[in-house]
């Protein structure tokens, strides 16, 4: 499977202020996804970001808190905007690749909003 | 809609003790199932999967069968080591679900030497 490369891994953030993580696959991938990991929790689905188009959102997450971008097949990001203690968790991005069933993740990015 | 749910940890067993994660689904179809890992600090990897019923799943002594009948995924090793020390999270990705991965709760597992 491609690798997938996450970066920052982690980060300390002012109440207020945007962060925007990048996710980089070391080779074409149809569907790209963003989590959110909150402290002691599972994964969340924020959106699927796929090329050539708007990513879909899930339920409780919209557009202007977390935009995201994904110009070509290899990369994406994500910004969490206007950011408050409550959005401190782990991001991951993670890839699903024709033919492969098992989904791979980044390493994630550890956020603290202070 | 898709849901997974497992049991609840944390599970602590004893080095070299037999180790069973609980995972039942609900999905329309035949979804594929996953188990992944999240080691301390670390993002999470793929143990193993099953892409269909009475598949068995392995990776590093750990196995899992995808049990239709029981809609179960349970992840069982046989002798645990203090480096399997982990969160592991059952998974189910479906055409229901538009291929998106629907986690469980997690459960902690911490092997005392």
Request: hydrophobic share 30%; charged share 15%.
């Amino acid at each position: 499977s491609a690798v997938i490369s996450q970066k920052p891994s982690r980060d300390i953030c002012q109440r207020g202020t945007s962060l925007t993580i990048q996710c980089q696959v070391d080779s074409q991938v149809t569907m790209m996804f963003w989590y959110r990991q909150q402290p002691g929790q599972s994964l969340t689905l924020i959106a699927t970001a796929n090329q050539g188009s708007e990513a879909t959102y899930e339920s409780g997450f919209v557009i202007d808190k977390f935009p995201i971008s994904r110009p070509n097949l290899t990369f994406s990001t994500l910004t969490v905007s206007n950011m408050s203690p409550e959005d401190s968790s782990i991001y991951l991005c993670s890839y699903w690749g024709q033919g492969n069933y098992g989904y791979t993740f980044g390493s994630g990015t550890r956020l603290t909003v202070v | 809609g898709d849901s997974v749910t497992q049991m609840e940890g944390p599970v602590t067993l004893s080095e070299e003790a037999f180790l069973t994660i609980n995972c039942t689904y609900t999905a329309t179809g035949y979804p594929s199932l996953f188990w992944y890992v999240q080691y301390p600090g670390e993002g999470l990897q793929l143990l193993l999967k099953a892409t269909k019923a009475d598949d068995k799943g392995s990776n590093k002594g750990f196995e899992a069968t995808y049990r239709k009948e029981t809609t179960s995924f349970h992840l069982e090793k046989g002798s645990v080591q203090v480096s399997d020390s982990a969160v592991y999270f059952c998974a189910l990705s479906g055409p229901q679900s538009s291929y998106k991965l629907i986690f469980g709760s997690g459960t902690r597992l911490l092997v005392r030497p």
